[in-house]
């Protein structure tokens, strides 16, 4: 009875956590065309006691349009944002989680009939993770649980020119800090991941990105096999942040929301781990209307160590 009382303590306490953080400032809105302050997903991370370093890739397309005030005319442009991203985790401690993220970036944009690309070394990032529950290598319970939460910084190592356009440049230029929550629930083969993470941003020297919370939760089903295990999963995926601001004054056609279905994979087999997703849109309202996301696609290998 006593391990009983436990488990619903805990599952209460993950379940305080996430809504707390993921309703923290209900006016947030969310600028996809700011490509360089695009915040990561955790998703389902694999083998939770094990290192890792790995590649991910994805892939953001979108079309907007331009208003008279911006550009002087109005046209449509279509656009696209590949981000590649070494990452990894270290367990310095047993309760301890270090993640790291150098990510590259690749902006492209086409036009009335002109293109234009801007790539380079984008914005590193490093977070620290305090594990408050892991029952989930215990075999006293049904239900196993994990929750972790934690918080980091986002160092100014991408290009940012002020005198560029803001969705095309490849860092912010400024020191940033992170804050995130990660908890999930499996009762034998099937189970749920929730993470949320938020991030607020300082100001350049005439332009500020506002700030950003992004969620997820993803239902799988945990198939073991002889020498693999096959993680496929479903959910959702929601985007928030604050509109920008250039040299103290708010930026009318920036922010917005965004929710998206989101499907994908992940396969374990030995120490590789391989993973996709492909979410598109259900809703969204960003840059007031002005820009309709097509898809989104993440790639994924990891080595466990």
Avoid at 184 to 207: C, E, F, I, M, P
Avoid at 262 to 276: N, P, S
Wanted: hydrophobic content about 40%; aromatic content about 14%; glycine content about 8%.
């Amino acid at each position: 009875m006593r391990n009983t009382n436990i488990n619903k303590r805990d599952v209460c306490l993950a379940c305080i956590s996430f809504i707390l953080l993921l309703f923290a400032k209900s006016s947030l809105a969310c600028d996809v065309c700011g490509s360089s302050a695009n915040a990561n997903y955790f998703g389902i991370l694999p083998q939770f006691k094990q290192h890792f370093v790995g590649i991910r890739y994805s892939n953001l397309s979108f079309d907007s349009k331009h208003i008279p005030s911006l550009s002087g005319q109005v046209t449509n442009s279509k656009d696209m944002l590949q981000r590649g991203e070494l990452w990894g985790r270290f367990y310095p401690t047993k309760r301890l989680q270090l993640f790291a993220f150098v990510p590259y970036q690749v902006n492209l944009k086409a036009e009335e009939g002109n293109a234009t690309q801007n790539n380079g070394l984008s914005d590193m990032s490093v977070l620290a993770n305090y594990i408050l529950i892991n029952t989930g290598d215990s075999g006293s319970f049904s239900w196993r649980h994990s929750l972790s939460i934690g918080g980091g910084v986002k160092a100014p190592t991408g290009k940012f020119d002020n005198n560029g356009i803001p969705s095309l440049q490849i860092g912010t230029g400024t020191w940033d800090y992170l804050f995130n929550a990660i908890y999930t629930a499996r009762y034998k083969q099937v189970g749920v991941n929730v993470d949320a993470n938020y991030r607020l941003n300082s100001s350049n020297t005439n332009y500020q990105f506002g700030n950003r919370l992004t969620s997820s939760m993803r239902f799988f089903y945990w198939k073991k096999m002889r020498m693999s295990s096959i993680l496929p999963h479903i959910g959702m995926m929601m985007e928030y942040a604050e509109k920008d601001i250039q040299d103290k004054v708010v930026q009318k056609y920036t922010g917005g929301t965004g929710m998206y279905a989101a499907t994908g994979f992940d396969v374990y087999f030995r120490k590789w781990a391989v993973g996709g997703l492909l979410a598109l849109p259900i809703s969204e309202n960003l840059n007031e209307g002005l820009v309709k996301t097509k898809q989104r696609i993440t790639f994924q290998v990891l080595y466990l160590f």
